[in-house]
């Protein structure tokens, strides 16, 4: 059981990945809204992995992201910013029952407003790192906000739909 989950953890990396590169590089709106579904690999991953690996893969997906979009650690510093807070997150965001060891984020399992909230914070707080870490100042501090908001939607929007569309109803630890 536990070989399948990092098996399927390792498909979702290469597909997150490689959906990031091939697809949502090119999918831009209006030059304010990226989509930067690569996030969702951390997002998916199941709630009591190891704090150590979870920085890890934060930084391994992230630096994969700038090799191919050239940005010199942008990618990578805001994942493992979103890596190092998951797990405060999910403490804040406990059920009164705790989660189950084969719990895993599931829109169905934990509820949407679990769901909305745990993504959206951390959606919102990796986008600021990347669009912060992007400029290097405050100027234009609101077009700045304006990408992050455009674009933390239209990734959190993205993300709603893989997780209505691919992920079981069921209480499994499918991802």
């Keep these: ?5 990092g098996i ?8 997150f990945v490689a959906l990031q590169i091939l ?3 090119n999918l831009v709106l209006y030059s ?14 199941p709630i ?16 994969t992201v700038d090799v191919f979009y050239d940005t010199m650690g942008i990618h990578a510093a805001a994942s493992v910013l979103l890596a190092f807070l998951r797990p405060h997150l999910l403490n804040l965001l406990t059920p009164r029952d705790g989660y189950d060891i084969s719990d895993s984020v599931n829109i169905h399992v934990m509820g949407k407003g679990w769901f909305l909230t745990y993504t959206s914070t ?3 707080v990796h986008h600021a790192a990347v669009f912060f870490l992007e400029r290097i100042s405050f100027d234009d501090a609101l077009f ?21 569309l691919f992920f ?5 630890s499918r991802v």
């Design 1 to 5: 059981m536990k070989s399948s989950i």
């Design 8 to 15: 399927n953890n390792i498909v979702q990396f290469i597909l």
């Design 23 to 25: 697809l949502m590089d």
């Design 32 to 45: 304010t809204g990226f989509c930067y579904i690569y996030v969702a690999f951390l997002l998916f991953l």
């Design 48 to 63: 009591n992995i190891n704090r150590v690996l979870l920085l890890f893969l934060g930084f391994l997906v992230g630096f």
């Design 122 to 124: 951390l959606i919102l």
């Design 144 to 164: 700045t906000l304006l990408k992050i908001v455009v674009s933390a939607l239209f990734t959190g929007v993205v993300i709603l739909i893989l997780q209505l």
């Design 168 to 172: 079981s109803p069921k209480r499994t």
